[in-house]
């Protein structure tokens, strides 16, 4: 929001000159910063404009910031991470707060976004590839390994497909392009 405070209108050159502050302080000790795209941190006015990432708009509006992100710091950023814990977003929506009027989305528009978010970095990985050639881009992912209760196979049935519901489902799509059979 700092970048693109509306997220679809001007790039804000204080929001620019800040982070390549920043960036510049960390290279000075010699600290080889990762950039994370979006911690949680969608422009507001998206949401009160089109629902965020429940609509498609939001793919080419995330896609815009990221390459305004390569242009200005690709030169001295080589790791990016494109969305935080987007597991924990769609699995436990209220983790990071109630949307306004305190309903939170059906699972429907869970997995809506889920699958926006998923085409929005397809779509910025390639993107980056093309604008950082000698850079290095991927999710930030929750994962965790799941462990059956006890040594009996429905437990262990149950760990490995919460496993990938929960974790190589998200994997799957941003290394594989396809979304894990289970989840079908």
Request: neutral net charge; charged residues 20%.
């Amino acid at each position: 929001p700092r970048i693109i405070p509306d997220g679809d209108g001007e790039v804000n050159p204080l929001g620019v000159k800040h982070y390549h502050e920043v960036i510049d302080e960390c290279l000075k000790y010699g600290i080889q910063p990762v950039v994370t795209l979006y911690h949680f941190d969608l422009p507001y006015a998206l949401q009160e404009k089109y629902g965020g990432w429940t609509s498609r708009q939001c793919i080419d509006d995330f896609v815009r910031y990221c390459e305004v992100c390569f242009k200005e710091y690709g030169d001295k950023v080589k790791y990016f991470l494109t969305i935080n814990e987007q597991n924990t977003m769609i699995l436990h929506p209220g983790a990071i707060g109630l949307p306004k009027g305190g309903k939170l989305p059906s699972k429907k528009d869970l997995y809506q976004q889920n699958h926006h978010m998923m085409l929005a970095q397809a779509k910025v990985m390639k993107l980056f590839h093309t604008m950082v050639p000698e850079g290095k881009i991927g999710p930030a992912l929750n994962l965790t390994a799941m462990y059956p209760a006890t040594c009996n196979p429905n437990d262990a049935i149950a760990a490995h497909n919460w496993e990938v519901l929960r974790c190589w489902n998200f994997v799957d799509v941003c290394a594989f392009g396809k979304y894990h059979p289970l989840a079908w």
